[in-house]
């Protein structure tokens, strides 16, 4: 689906593998990487970083806790009238569709009528199938099946479609065969760090719930809730030396103590190409803790700038390798 999401940090490909446990004991010989796109920070974030809604089904010690709040916080998802959130309950395929279109930023397009059987323009989700249907992310059919239950699988189509992710086979699953209709889906999202799956399984018949489906959606708009060594740009300025700094928020979402991070950055303002490292760069003397964060520096080099523009619009393009212990 070729259009732009409603958040400027949303994420158009991020490869992440993930790590086993770590053995602070072990020798440091194994390696990680993660590639991916990424936005400047902006004030509409801020703006929309109120306090979440309180669900009693939601402590503050729940797995998915953060996710929820941030989709909460940008009015994407809501609970129930009787204050709970329903973390346990399964996405019904009508609602999906509804959170998919607010994550996008497309509820409001107008769309011609997509033609299910079940869907007349009184349903209340009638607005968002519709332009999802327009933008190819519903297949169109003669019936919805608006209450029917969400597949792992079908979870995996709706993402990559409405994100436009980059196809990617890097992470594949044992239980996804490459004859599989959903086979570059399920793949895709692996290969980003969106869905990691359990034991090297994604199990993609299995329903998915209003908590599993509201962090899928929350790693698809934003890579630091993405497994691997995430980035998020901060700030990025011209220095009087002829170099470019970007300050940056480094995300190791792994279990693990991650350090000799290297990062291969370019560097766009808008469609144009500002700058651009050739070779990956180490952070010196910079290891993150499991599932946390580290803000950092880096430094394009006068020769590196390819064209100095206004630094607006800004997104970056990013590889990271990175060591830790097994």
């Known amino acids: 689906m070729k259009k732009a ?6 994420s158009l490909l991020s490869l992440a593998l993930l790590m086993p446990a770590a053995n602070m004991a072990s020798a440091a010989d194994a390696e ?13 974030k801020a703006a929309n970083a109120t306090k979440a ?31 709970k959130f329903g973390v346990n309950d399964p996405i019904k395929r009508d609602h999906a569709a509804i959170i998919l279109a607010r994550a996008l930023g497309i509820e409001n397009e107008s769309a011609p009528n997509p033609g299910f059987r079940d869907i007349p323009m009184t349903h209340p989700a009638y607005d968002e199938i519709a332009v999802l249907t327009k ?3 519903f297949s169109k059919a003669k019936y919805f099946n608006p209450s029917g239950k969400l597949k792992r699988s079908h979870m995996a189509k709706i993402i990559t479609e409405g994100f436009d992710f980059d196809y990617s086979y890097l992470v594949t699953f044992k239980d996804v065969k490459s004859s599989d209709p959903f086979y570059k889906y399920v793949t895709t999202l692996g290969s980003a760090g969106i869905a990691g799956g359990s034991n090297g399984y994604f199990m993609p018949n299995k329903t998915i719930n209003r908590t599993e489906f509201s962090v899928f959606i929350a790693r698809a708009l934003e890579p630091r809730y993405r497994t691997g060594v995430q980035v998020e740009i901060q700030k990025v300025q011209y220095l009087s030396d002829g170099r470019l700094k970007m300050d940056l928020m480094l995300y190791n979402n792994t279990r693990n103590k991650v350090f000799n991070i290297q990062g291969k950055y370019d560097l766009y303002a808008g469609n144009t190409l500002v700058a651009k490292t050739s070779v990956p760069r180490e952070f ?5 803790n499991p599932n946390q964060k580290k803000a950092v520096a880096f430094y394009f080099s006068a020769s590196e700038i390819k064209n100095k523009v206004n630094l607006n619009n800004i997104s970056l393009g990013y590889e990271h390798k990175w060591k830790y212990y097994q």
């Open 5 to 10: 999401v409603k958040f400027l940090t949303a």
């Open 32 to 44: 990680g990487s993660s590639t991916g796109k990424t936005s400047i920070a902006s004030e509409t």
């Open 53 to 83: 809604a309180t669900f009693s089904d939601v402590p503050k010690t729940f797995w998915a806790k953060d996710e929820i709040d941030y989709l909460v916080q940008n009015g994407i998802i809501s609970g129930y009238k009787n204050g």
């Open 135 to 137: 933008y190819g992310v």
């Open 284 to 288: 010196k003397n910079v290891t993150v």
